[in-house]
């Protein structure tokens, strides 16, 4: 977990642009290219920990649900990106994503299932359909949309696995103060938006 810290502090400190947060410049086409571009976006990487960590702290059957529904909800936003439907101020939901689920994460809310649901199900449209939308013309849109499903699914997982670790309460100081960084980070990204709009 700190090293999520780290890696959002660093994205802070760097300045990287947020409105360039699913470059696919000099992208190949198959599985394992699909596999590593959640990877690249520190805002996908942050987003998709934070429903892991947060579907721990739900408990069941949220630990499980979230972590299936979104990479679902997320490869039909995928497709209509692929197919050109627009999606009005789609990065902006992706930047606000990353905030709130950090708040979230940060405050360990409570929520009824249906409603983490719909919040999780608004933002994995929003992801899907920026890497859906910015995939490259000669890419194989299946192959490339399974690889990233399949990576949004490990990142899911590894933040439930670091929801559980933390289960004394210190860990659950480490979850807040993470949830508090990944927030802070989800606000720059949200001003890059702003600015680079």
Same mark, same amino acid.
């Given at each position: 977990?700190?090293?999520?810290?780290?890696?959002?502090?660093?994205?802070?400190?760097?300045?990287?642009?947020?409105? &360039?947060?699913? !470059?696919?410049?000099? =992208?190949?086409?198959?599985?394992?290219?699909?596999?590593?571009?959640?990877?690249?976006?520190?805002?996908?990487?942050?987003? =998709?920990?934070?429903?892991?960590?947060?579907?721990?702290?739900?408990?069941?059957?949220?630990?499980?649900?979230?972590?299936?529904?979104?990479?679902?909800?997320?490869?039909?936003?995928?497709?209509?990106?692929?197919?050109?439907?627009?999606?009005?101020?789609?990065?902006?939901?992706?930047?606000?994503?990353?905030?709130? &689920?950090?708040?979230?994460?940060?405050?360990?809310?409570?929520?009824?299932?249906?409603?983490?649901?719909?919040? !999780?199900? !608004?933002?994995?449209?929003?992801?899907?359909?920026?890497?859906?939308?910015? &995939?490259?013309?000669?890419?194989?849109?299946?192959?490339?949309?399974?690889?990233?499903?399949?990576?949004?699914?490990?990142?899911?997982?590894?933040?439930?696995?670091?929801?559980?670790?933390?289960?004394?309460?210190?860990?659950?100081?480490?979850?807040? !103060?993470?949830?508090?960084?990944?927030?802070?980070?989800?606000?720059?990204?949200?001003?890059?938006?702003?600015?680079?709009?």
């Amino acid at each position: 977990m700190l090293a999520l810290i780290a890696a959002a502090l660093m994205a802070l400190r760097l300045g990287a642009s947020p409105a &360039l947060a699913h !470059v696919t410049v000099g =992208m190949g086409s198959g599985i394992t290219d699909g596999f590593l571009h959640p990877l690249t976006g520190l805002d996908h990487l942050l987003a =998709m920990v934070s429903v892991g960590i947060w579907g721990a702290e739900l408990g069941a059957p949220a630990i499980w649900l979230l972590p299936i529904v979104f990479p679902l909800i997320m490869a039909l936003g995928a497709a209509l990106g692929v197919a050109g439907m627009p999606l009005p101020a789609g990065e902006l939901i992706v930047a606000v994503s990353v905030v709130v &689920l950090g708040a979230l994460v940060a405050s360990a809310q409570r929520l009824a299932l249906w409603a983490a649901l719909a919040i !999780v199900g !608004v933002f994995a449209v929003a992801h899907g359909h920026a890497h859906g939308a910015e &995939l490259p013309h000669a890419a194989d849109a299946l192959a490339f949309t399974v690889g990233f499903v399949l990576a949004t699914g490990m990142l899911h997982l590894a933040g439930i696995v670091i929801g559980l670790l933390a289960g004394g309460p210190a860990g659950a100081v480490v979850i807040r !103060v993470s949830g508090c960084a990944i927030a802070i980070a989800g606000c720059y990204f949200v001003y890059g938006y702003a600015w680079a709009a």
